[in-house]
């Protein structure tokens, strides 16, 4: 049994997890700041990097009494080593960096976007191991900061092949949110809402990008702020809860329609739709519904940012072979290595 400790500091969540053979999930801890960043409407960078610093400590050595071990005890340890905030990314290497070095461990540099892919990989302690994903895999990336699509040709193996040009998806429910009002983070607020209201009474446009995997959600969110200026000009009550649903309907078409389209045109075996908004409930249903290949959508409680996923990453590293010098440095923004 390989066990991997792995420590989560991308962005406003300070998580910590053991997975043993890069399913099983035996501890996860996650602390969230969302609360705290509530009240700026989005994440506060200098704030997020203050919240890591008390956290980390006591958030690892919750995961390793979870899992009944001490550090000297894993295999390996993992860490994200970006994309992210600068800051928050920080404190969690140079505490691994430094757990790494005490307890005399190899330690793994990880990328928090393959991270999220190999969240479809997990399942909890005392649960079968289901099937996993079946090469070659789309996988569907998309959270605050990234919509991208990737073809996954076997472990560790990655095709870019397209990504946002311009607001990531969950950015945009972020935005579209603030602008109803609706408070943060967005994309729940966005979703509870659009219950309640009716997608065809704004059929915002659809930004497919023909010929291209890319993704560009920019013009649908000025779309919603034209609509609202309209309304609010005339004088009218908002119509948040229809406005709501109209922009989750375009945001969630474009996303299933592409994903769909790249899986066969590259001749997927199954497909994994990860990162954040992969929580959104339309776009689950529809991915599932629609799909003729096998969907894999990770539990919601491993679709935002968590440690497991990055222990799962981890475990095919180490594997492989991987072992990391204690002096490494970020990663760029949209590497996937």
Request: net charge negative.
């Amino acid at each position: 049994m390989t066990r991997i400790l792995a420590i989560e500091t991308s962005c406003d969540e300070t998580a910590a997890a053991v997975v043993a053979d890069g399913r099983r999930v035996v501890s996860n801890v996650v602390a969230s700041q969302v609360e705290i960043h509530a009240r700026y409407g989005g994440v506060f960078p200098e704030v997020a990097s203050r919240q890591h610093v008390l956290a980390v400590v006591p958030v690892a050595e919750q995961a390793l009494r979870e899992a009944h071990l001490s550090a000297s005890e894993v295999d390996a340890i993992a860490v994200t080593r970006g994309p992210g905030l600068p800051g928050s990314l920080a404190v969690g290497i140079n505490f691994a960096k430094g757990l790494a070095l005490a307890a005399d461990k190899p330690l793994l540099g990880v990328n928090h976007l393959e991270g999220h892919i190999y969240a479809a990989w997990l399942h909890e302690a005392e649960t079968d191991p289901p099937e996993p994903p079946a090469f070659p895999v789309m996988a569907l990336l998309v959270s605050g900061g990234h919509t991208e699509l990737v073809l996954m040709e076997d472990h560790l193996r990655y095709r870019r092949l397209g990504a946002t040009r311009d607001d990531a998806a969950g950015e945009a429910f972020d935005k579209v949110a603030r602008l109803l009002k609706l408070g943060y983070p967005g994309g729940p607020a966005i979703q509870a809402a659009a219950q309640q209201g009716d997608p065809a009474r704004f059929p915002f446009p659809r930004p497919w990008l023909k010929d291209s995997w890319d993704f560009s959600f920019s013009g649908l969110k000025t779309a919603v702020l034209r609509a609202v200026r309209e309304i609010e000009a005339a004088g009218r009550p908002l119509p948040v809860a229809h406005l709501a649903a109209g922009f989750q309907a375009a945001v969630v078409d474009v996303l299933v329609g592409k994903t769909l389209q790249a899986a066969a045109a590259f001749d997927a075996a199954s497909i994994v739709v990860a990162g954040g908004v992969s929580a959104n409930d339309l776009l689950r249903q529809r991915m599932l519904a629609e799909a003729k290949i096998p969907v894999h959508v990770p539990p919601l409680r491993y679709c935002t940012d968590n440690a497991a996923m990055i222990a799962a990453a981890g475990y095919r590293r180490f594997t492989a072979g991987q072992r990391d010098d204690l002096d490494f440095d970020l990663l760029p923004r949209w590497a996937i290595a």
